[in-house]
């Protein structure tokens, strides 16, 4: 069990190395953090909700729908299982704004 959560630990990172935080992003991709008007997003892995300073931000993989609605598009109005989602205010680089 233990041995398990530790691989699984240890993937998580490996993902997390690969962000370069000198490439310029401007559209929703992988190692992007998303400002939005109600939630603020760091596109990577999913490990919920991160708190800096005052900002909340949640943590998603590509895996998650939301990822998926916004994945390639810098301003977008998204539809998910009925929910609307706001419009995206910034696209920025992990560490690179």
């Not at 998303?34 to 999913?46: E, G, M």
């Not at 998204?78 to 419009?87: C, F, I, T």
Request: glycine residues 8%; negative net charge.
């Amino acid at each position: 069990m233990m041995a398990q959560q530790l691989d699984t630990e240890l993937n998580e990172l490996k993902v997390l190395e690969k962000i370069d935080p000198n490439k310029k992003i401007e559209i929703v991709g992988f190692g992007a953090v998303v400002f939005s008007q109600d939630q603020n997003y760091f596109v990577a892995i999913s490990s919920g909700k991160i708190e800096i300073g005052s900002q909340l931000f949640y943590a998603i993989s590509a895996k998650v729908p939301i990822y998926q609605a916004l994945q390639g598009k810098n301003e977008v109005k998204a539809v998910n299982s009925g929910k609307e989602y706001p419009d995206i205010r910034y696209v920025l680089a992990l560490l690179g704004y």
